[in-house]
């Protein structure tokens, strides 16, 4: 895995951008409507999720080298 | 995780914002936010946030600086104001559509003709989005909205034109998908000494994407990211691919000009005033 995700779930209201624009379609939306990291493995880090989330409700931080 | 920088710049305790699932107020907040962050000499004290009414001028209750939550339309009177009773702070303006091209459209030209050294960010999310989604002057031709259910005939304004033929001297455009564009277009418009405006285009799902059947939030923001060409490749454009939905971002304008706060130092120096 290449990547840390930390959600702050009682931000999150579920519009699905970060769904959205992921290129990997790591990320999904549950039954709550909320998000779900769904595949951690296929992410490649490139924080396209934060960047437009509109709540500040996921952060993606790269894993460094040496924590592998 | 590491924290985020930019997240002390937030009242934590205001957080979850009340923007509707998918707004893009929220990625203009946080791209202004970021742009403050990246100004050296800008703080939490220095730095005022001076906003509207309307869903966009909600943002000053969110960001921890001084901030002001003003009169509909009267955001940049207010600025104005502060900056000329202290001209070393730092004002900031966020103001939406209809706040700033109808109910304050006589302040926001004034503003831009006296040149107050302002920096003006305007949240254009098509709509009155708070009051239930009633047709602004910036709602594009044809678009449908509570008191336009046929679509709108009122041309709608180009707010940068409006700012750049009112006499500001930095106007900017960039949208909330385009987000690091909209960091650099802010940082730049603070940048430089006078009026700056920035238009920050914004998806409004709730109120006028539903309405025009555009769809979801990410389905608003991949039309910016369509639609959106910088403004090196649109004067290059031919005039037949410049359709209607297509529109430029970037930098149009910069100027220098003395600003108002100056001119007016050198009044009260002439009339013998010691402030």
Redesign the interface.
Known sequence: MKS?F?LKL??C?????C???CPKKVLEIDTLGKVVVARPEDCIACGQCE???????I?V?KLKEAAK | METRSYEKYFRQNRLPHLWCPGCGNGIAMKAIVQAIEHKEGWTQDNTIIVSGIGCSSRASGYMDFDTLHTAHGRAIPFATGIKMANPELNVVVITGDGDCTAIGGNHFIHGCRRNVDLTVILFNNNIYGMTGGQASPMTPLGKKATTAPYGSIDRPFDACKLAEAAGATYVARSTAFHVQHLVKMIEDGMDCKGFSFIEAMVQCPTAYGRRNKIGEPAKMMAWMRDNAVMKNAWDKLPDDKKTAEKFPIGLFYKAETETYDSAYHRIQEMAGVTA
């Open positions: 840390e930390t009682e931000r209201k579920g519009c699905g951008i769904v959205a624009f960047l437009r989330c509109p709540d500040y409700a952060f931080d």
